[in-house]
């Protein structure tokens, strides 16, 4: 079934561990997204890539890594986990840039 | 900047009510503009979209017209279910303004429908 896969489900992450989040679509997509979630505040992008080879920046990045290697995945790293990453986060793609975005299930992270 | 504005909620209903979440948004190009619903527990998934003026998206028995008069997406269902519980969000994609045409998200609306 096509769609986006992440893993993990969720997590309990200690402070100051590294952390990467896996993003994988079988769409073909050419657009990748990355947003957390947190109540109250709705959802804000943190990276995006356009293309396989290149990413941005979204609102709010620092602390967040992210590469695209290929067109399928879209890994997000944590490099020194902080308790205000706790969040769920949802990868995302669309065909391309503007187009409508399909989500992943999420992965829900705990740092303690 | 691109900004999404969105009924506050929670709204609850009683089955087979009338639902309308308002959306209004502000956008310096040409947007497209989607409804999605989050189940609980679950990711955010495409309800409908439109994606120019006068445009009406629908799915589900969910409508909504896309007024560039009034800046403006608001969501309907003429007759809700329990099913249709969930948290939905109002959401533009600029391809003419600033945005690189990333998706700008209202904050939510909690909807319960009781039986």
């Known amino acids: 079934i096509a769609g986006i896969t992440q893993a993990p489900t969720s997590q309990i992450l200690a402070a100051g561990r590294r952390m990467t989040l896996r993003c994988t679509q079988d769409m073909r997509h050419n657009a990748m997204y990355w947003y957390r979630q947190d109540l109250g505040l709705g959802l804000r992008l943190i990276h995006y890539?356009?293309?396989?080879?290149?990413?941005g920046k979204g609102e709010v990045p620092d602390g967040y890594s992210v590469s695209r290697a290929n067109t399928d995945d879209f890994p997000l790293t944590l490099a020194s986990a902080v308790p205000s990453q706790t969040s769920v986060y949802f990868c995302?793609?669309?065909?391309?840039?503007?187009?409508?975005?399909?989500f992943g299930p999420g992965t829900r992270l705990t740092v303690t | 900047g691109d900004s999404v504005t969105q009924m506050e909620g929670p709204v609850t209903l009683s089955e087979e009510a009338f639902l309308t979440i308002n959306c209004t948004y502000t956008?310096?190009?040409?947007?497209?503009l989607f409804w999605y619903v989050q189940y609980p527990g679950e990711g955010l998934q495409l309800l409908l979209k439109a994606t120019k003026a006068d445009d009406k998206g629908s799915n589900k028995g969910f409508e909504a017209t896309y007024r560039k008069e009034t800046t403006s997406f608001h969501l309907e269902k003429g007759s809700v279910q329990v099913s249709d519980s969930a948290v939905y969000f109002c959401a533009l994609s600029d391809r003419g303004g600033g945005s690189n045409y990333k998706l700008t998200f209202g904050k939510g609306t909690l909807l319960t429908v009781n039986p």
């Open positions: 995302a793609s669309s065909r391309d840039r503007g187009y409508e975005q399909y």
């Open positions: 890539s356009n293309t396989a080879g290149t990413t």
């Open positions: 956008a310096t190009g040409y947007p497209s």
